[in-house]
């Protein structure tokens, strides 16, 4: 066999392996999860509209709720990390509301 068509070869074989063993059938059964109950909103307060649509989106009011206490400038920094690192939609004129709601919560002076 000329070299050239060494690798060809070699991709072509690599490639028919999968296909060759998934001649069986699939069978696909649906199941059954009980998830732990989580806090379905943050609790009531100044600018908890705003924080449950925007934070609910990502992640549970209970996962925030279990951080520990951050100072404004920390809660500031994790807003800013939700939208610029992981993309959360949240827009510029909701960040402020959000931190002062964090504060007023998990807030350590």
Not at 97 to 103: F, G, K, R, T
Request: glycine share 4%; with cysteine; net charge neutral.
């Amino acid at each position: 066999m000329p070299r050239s068509l060494l690798p060809i070869t070699l991709v072509a074989v690599a490639c028919s392996l999968p296909c060759a063993q998934a001649q069986g059938k699939f069978t696909f059964k649906s199941v059954s999860v009980d998830l732990p109950a989580g806090d379905r909103m943050f609790p009531s307060g100044p600018n908890a509209d705003t924080v449950n649509a925007d934070c609910l989106a990502c992640h549970s009011a209970g996962m925030v709720l279990n951080q520990p206490a951050l100072s404004r400038s920390e809660w500031q920094a994790e807003v800013n990390k939700m939208r610029t690192a992981y993309k959360a939609p949240i827009d510029q004129k909701d960040v402020a509301l959000i931190v002062d709601y964090l504060v007023s919560i998990r807030g350590k002076e």
